[in-house]
């Protein structure tokens, strides 16, 4: 079993729809998570980071992180074709970002 | 600011070669690290290095190394190259203090 698992879909939803994606973990040390966006034939994007349990908020994305379930998301409010892309979650147990364990990521579409 | 460069961006080589890859962080970025990225394992860490020394190893053979440069410049090296190790690898820079890292657009390994 990955320790981190991540639903590969992919996943089509029409513009304007609200996207929720979502991590599984095994590992009870993580403690910084992490969302990427990565473009086709591009390097990951960050863009959100959270430290421990809690919600943060940035423009039309939402992540949210449950440590007593080991369970974390990513809400996209207002979906755009821009959105296209594939969604990588990322933790580690140190800060700074060290020796990052990746989800397998989601390919989301959104349609026009 | 200049972001995350990665020379080559492509790269064909021949089994039992090696090959040597070089990545310049964002300036005023200590910790260089090196993640390989195939279809079927996803994002897996290699290794980090925080002024010029090695900080963090991820589960590779040591055919896989890497140095990194008074000025932060990194470079890996691959020796004895397997069909296997065709992937993308991507290098990142982070401050150490701030969340996350910046990556580049990595990489293209392909072994023949």
Known sequence: ?112 | KAGVTQTPRYLIKTRGQQVTLSCSPISGHRSVSWYQQTPGQGLQFLFEYFSETQRNKGNFPGRFSGRQFSNSRSEMNVSTLELGDSALYLCASSTDSSGGYTFGSGTRLTVV
């Open chain 1, 1 to 112: 079993q990955k320790e981190v698992e991540q639903d590969p879909g992919p996943l089509s939803v029409p513009e304007g729809a609200i996207v929720s994606l979502n991590c599984t973990y095994s590992n009870s040390a993580f403690q910084y998570f992490m969302w990427y966006r990565q473009y086709s034939r591009k390097g990951p994007e960050l863009l959100m980071y959270t430290y421990s349990s809690g919600n943060k908020e940035d423009g039309r994305f939402t992540a949210q992180v449950d440590k007593s379930s080991k369970y974390i998301s990513l809400f996209i409010r207002d979906s755009q074709p821009s959105d296209s892309a594939t969604y990588l979650c990322a933790m580690s147990e140190m800060g700074g970002a060290q020796k990052l364990v990746f989800g397998q990521g989601t390919r989301l579409t959104i349609n026009p």
